[in-house]
């Protein structure tokens, strides 16, 4: 088929039938808002499976996938040595609300594939990591005041949600209802990317902050990483005035390389917290960091953190066999030269077509910019680019067969399972939608 030959429309009329029925019970019909297409347009869809890397919608429909369940299905859908852990464990029994051996396994291996943590607590979700990470950081250096980055996402906690990416950037609602103005009052914003902004705020309440939280690679609006000495400037300062330095890798940990992007960029920060990846798919967080500041958790300290489901057998058979695909030689490289393949053959073809298009990558983790600028560092930059174009891109590459996040302001995955098949088949796609364009 020829760029500019008329793509068959799909049929999406279960989808959209289910989303009729999903409204009358489920608050706008989905149970997280980047799924309700509001940044998009259109009605969402509805998935029955997936294969490889591929999604199959319930009108039987299929995508090449570049969601990856937001990033933890780097193996791909239904790895065999993933379903094999499950199968296995399920014989065994679903949970038992006690502690089990696998929990130290994995605990062990996140120590020893992440040197800065020395202990690590299991949690059940990437919002629930973080939560706990910050109230353990201010536990231990008995301060209030926390610093975060705009356009980072660190789930729906109270006192992170102001200028927070990701979903918050789709529905046009950077801050929340019913999150109490006392907890923002104890957040401080600072621009991205922005070393000047970091010092002139430590030297000002340096002495009263307990914590700054960073994604490493920021994902939540769309992909930017830091630039030269951001992530070092952060460290400094955090050793200088006595602060916990955190950094939020749910998404970027074990998925941009084996280490976590603490290691792609040698900073070491006191305390990490983490998800996705070591759940395989399945609901699944950490924080862990140095011995010290690990040691205020309860049982052993003062710092009270929970939780019933909290190291489920299901989720740690998964994410075991995940962490022991990914440790093989040369996976992260292959993994990254693949995604870089992705991301010129996008440029070139958008170039091709004449739309001012911009791409970044870091490991299997990648963001493309409807934009002139010739690289994205800020921001303000972000939300200068073109959503409407981006809207229109994303169904042009829906309708060929290519499902990329509903979203302007979310990172992609590729996994293992995006072959040269695979990748062919979305630049030709691209190439039909660019053209479209």
């Known amino acids: 088929m020829s760029a500019t030959e008329a793509t068959p429309k799909k049929n999406h009329s279960r989808s959209a039938a289910l989303f009729e029925e999903a409204r009358h019970f489920i608050p706008g019909g989905v149970n997280s808002p980047v799924r309700a297409f509001r940044g998009v347009g259109g009605n969402p869809l509805f998935f029955q499976g997936g294969e490889g890397a591929w999604l199959i919608d319930e009108d039987n429909n299929r995508y090449i996938d570049y969601v990856g369940a937001w990033g933890p299905l780097i193996l791909g859908h239904r ?128 002495r009263e902050i307990a914590c700054v939280i960073v994604e490493p690679v920021a ?100 994410g075991m066999a995940m962490l022991k695909a990914i440790q093989a030689p040369g996976f992260h490289e292959a993994l990254s030269v693949r995604t870089q393949r992705l991301m010129k053959g996008l440029e070139e073809r958008a170039s091709a077509a004449g739309i001012p298009f911009t791409t970044h990558s870091v490991g299997g983790m990648f963001g493309c910019f409807f934009s002139t600028e010739d690289k994205i560092t800020r921001f303000e930059q972000v939300m200068a680019c073109n959503v409407e174009q981006f809207r229109k891109y994303f169904h042009l590459m829906l309708e060929r067969g290519v499902y990329l996040a509903p979203s302007a302001f979310e990172a992609g995955f590729v996994g293992t399972a995006h072959g040269d098949a695979e990748i062919d088949l979305t630049l030709d796609a691209a190439e039909q939608a660019f053209a479209a364009l």
């Open 79 to 206: 790895h065999p040595d993933v379903i094999a852990a499950l199968q296995a464990q399920l014989q065994l029994g679903l949970g038992y609300g006690a502690s089990t051996e696998a929990e130290i396994t994995i605990a062990k291996t996140i120590c020893s594939l992440v040197p800065s943590i020395e202990r690590v607590r299991l949690v059940t979700s990437g919002t629930e990591a973080t939560m706990s990470a910050i109230r353990v950081a201010r536990g231990f250096t008995r301060r209030d005041r926390i610093v975060k980055f705009e356009g980072c996402y660190h789930g729906h906690v109270d006192g992170l949600l102001v200028k927070a990416g990701s979903g918050a950037l789709t529905l046009g609602e950077p801050d929340s209802l019913g999150v109490p103005k006392a907890y923002t009052d104890l957040t401080h914003v600072l621009p991205y990317n922005d070393i000047d902004a970091l010092a002139a705020l430590f030297e000002k309440h340096g």
């Open 219 to 318: 994902g939540n609006m769309n992909l930017v990483p830091p630039v030269p000495g951001f992530l070092e400037a952060m460290r400094q300062v955090c050793t200088q005035y006595g602060a916990v330095l955190i950094f939020d890798e749910v998404m970027t940990g074990f998925r941009v390389a084996l280490g976590g992007a603490q290691s792609h960029y040698q900073v070491t920060p006191d305390m990490t917290t983490l998800g996705k990846v070591i759940g395989g798919g399945l609901p699944v967080g950490a924080f862990g960091g140095r011995r010290e500041i690990m040691e205020m958790v309860a049982p052993l300290g003062p710092v009270y953190q929970a939780g019933t489901l909290a190291g489920s057998p299901l989720a740690v058979a998964a």
